[in-house]
């Protein structure tokens, strides 16, 4: 999800088995291994790098800035302190993996993948675009809305460890401090708490528990200067999340009307064009012009939209847990941990219930 400083996805093979009749998929799983396995072995502890004099002097203050942040994510968020984001890989790539989700013409509904262990989800990825295009014709051609977009980091979930952990990339260390900060709490929350079959409630949480890590880190360690420069990346969040909210609302209402088919599209194509006019008044308004989201209004349909729910639909409540828990993470975490243990409609409901603050 380019631009939104999330990026993180779990990549569903990444450590997958072939079981059974998982073994039609037996491609799929080999691209993943050999993809992970590659970036383990180009992975050097962080420690190497620092003391390597051929290190140039930004990557060496980028690398102790994650350090710093890595020591953060322990001490003041609760999360794992273990092997990853302690080794450093540099891939020379925009993405470490390129994310294919889609949708059917005419609803928000992702199309699913299953694995064994990590159970269903709406994405499937892989370490080379060619092979990510490839599976996207495939779909467009059965008629889905398909999106491929670059995914800067993923999570293993732990399961990594005993090879070193989940490592630091080139594709996000780079980033404007405060984004760094967030994608790297992100991805450790992911080892926190994982649902099978539920991605909207894996990601919201990771997504909370990016944002209260992100506010906490701004709040302890940020410049003036570097806060005015998150509070420019906060406005435009706010306002494509907000827009892209409105017009995901307009799209689901249409395609549950009783409308026939043909007027559903004909409606749907004003209501893109309706979004399109919005957004660019929008960066002429509020933004100063900033064109970083153009990319993504030029190719958003179904599949972007549904995606983009799975990130942010349940973060408001999980937001609120953290505050009825006392802002206090490790409490927030179990909290978690027992609504995960629920059945998935139950889980729904009692989030459901603390967003209305009952």
């Not at 993180?8 to 450590?15: K, N, P, W």
Request: with cysteine; hydrophobic share 45%.
């Amino acid at each position: 999800m380019s631009g939104l400083g999330l990026g993180a996805a779990v990549l569903a093979a990444a450590l997958a088995v072939c079981l059974g009749s998982g073994c039609s998929t037996l491609g799929y799983y080999s691209q993943a291994l050999a993809g992970h396995a590659a970036l383990l072995e180009a992975a050097r502890p962080v420690d190497d790098w620092l003391a390597d004099p051929a290190t140039p002097a930004r990557l060496r203050e980028r690398l102790e800035l994650s350090q710093q942040m890595r020591a953060f994510a322990v001490q003041e968020l609760a999360l794992p302190d273990n092997r990853s984001y302690r080794r450093y890989a540099a891939l020379g790539r925009p993405a470490v993996v390129w994310n294919v989700v889609a949708a059917p013409e005419l609803s928000l509904t992702l199309q699913t993948w299953c694995f064994p262990v990590l159970g269903c989800v709406g994405y499937r990825g892989y370490f080379d675009r060619g092979g990510a295009d490839a599976l996207a014709r495939e779909l467009a051609a059965s008629g889905l809305e398909v999106d491929v977009y670059g995914v800067p980091a993923y999570s293993t979930l732990g399961w990594s460890e005993w090879l070193g952990g989940d490592p630091l990339l080139d594709t996000f260390l780079s980033w404007p401090e405060s984004e760094l900060a967030r994608l790297v709490f992100h991805e450790l929350a992911h080892q926190v708490v994982y649902v099978a079959d539920d991605t909207t409630f894996n990601e919201s949480y990771a997504t909370a528990v990016e944002r209260i890590g992100g506010r906490l880190w701004l709040a302890r360690r940020g410049s003036p200067a570097l806060r005015d420069e998150q509070a420019g990346f906060e406005l435009r969040r706010q306002d494509w999340r907000a827009l892209t909210l409105a017009h995901r609302q307009r799209l689901q209402s249409l395609y549950q009307s009783t409308l026939p088919d043909a007027e559903k599209r004909a409606a749907k194509a004003a209501l893109r064009e309706q979004l399109q006019q919005e957004y660019q008044a929008l960066k002429a308004a509020r933004w100063q012009g900033h064109s970083g989201w153009d990319a993504w209004f030029a190719r958003a349909n179904n599949a972007s939209f549904a995606v983009q729910a799975a990130y942010f639909d349940l973060v408001p409540a999980f937001e609120r847990l953290f505050e009825r828990e006392g802002q206090d993470m490790r409490r927030f975490h179990a909290a978690v941990r027992q609504l995960a243990a629920l059945p998935r409609a139950e889980r729904r409901d009692r989030l459901a219930a603390i967003e209305r603050g009952e």
